[in-house]
């Protein structure tokens, strides 16, 4: 059994590359592995931070859906991915691509600065932290990476979430 454990290791998890980190003077053993990355849709229209888009019900309402959207998709990219499984100990950075093209006829919200995409992804993060990409979405423990707009293909955010190592605490 101890032959088959060993194979079926290597075999699933090969990608890995184990480290040992020395956090508030305790050992956690953390899996090192490829970025996550994975598309969800763009946030709707009322999610914008230009202007009173129609009443705060109906913005929370769409917010909901837009959070459980994020979540749904999050969860499925991380059924196939290799990402750690150990993950309450480390900063993850998450990178935003808003690829736009055709975005205003699925009544989806096109953002032409980044401040103004990052704004409307609000509820996207807290999808994220929902599936378990992000421990939580404070300064802490979330980084922003980059954050880019296209018009060259789309309707849709191209998300990358990769761990980063934790910053020395005194």
Not at 3 to 18: N, P
Not at 60 to 79: F, I, N, P
Not at 119 to 127: I, L, R
């Amino acid at each position: 059994y101890f032959v088959y454990f060993w194979a079926y290791f290597f075999k699933h998890f090969f990608l890995f590359l184990m480290v040992v980190v020395w956090r508030r003077s305790l050992w956690v053993l953390v899996l090192v592995t490829e970025p996550l990355r994975f598309t969800v849709p763009l946030p709707p229209r009322s999610q914008s931070s230009n202007g009173q888009h129609g009443h705060w019900r109906a913005k929370a309402a769409s917010r909901a859906m837009y959070l459980q959207e994020c979540l749904v998709d999050a969860r499925q990219a991380l059924e196939g991915a290799a990402w750690p499984v150990i993950r309450k100990q480390l900063p993850v950075r998450v990178s935003l691509v808003f690829c736009l093209k055709g975005g205003r006829k699925a009544g989806r919200y096109q953002p032409r600065d980044e401040p103004n995409a990052v704004s409307a992804f609000k509820a996207g993060f807290d999808g994220l932290k929902a599936a378990g990409v992000l421990c939580d979405d404070s300064a802490k423990w979330m980084k922003l990476g980059d954050v880019s707009i296209t018009s060259k293909r789309g309707p849709y955010v191209e998300v990358l979430a990769e761990t980063i190592e934790p910053e020395g605490e005194e």
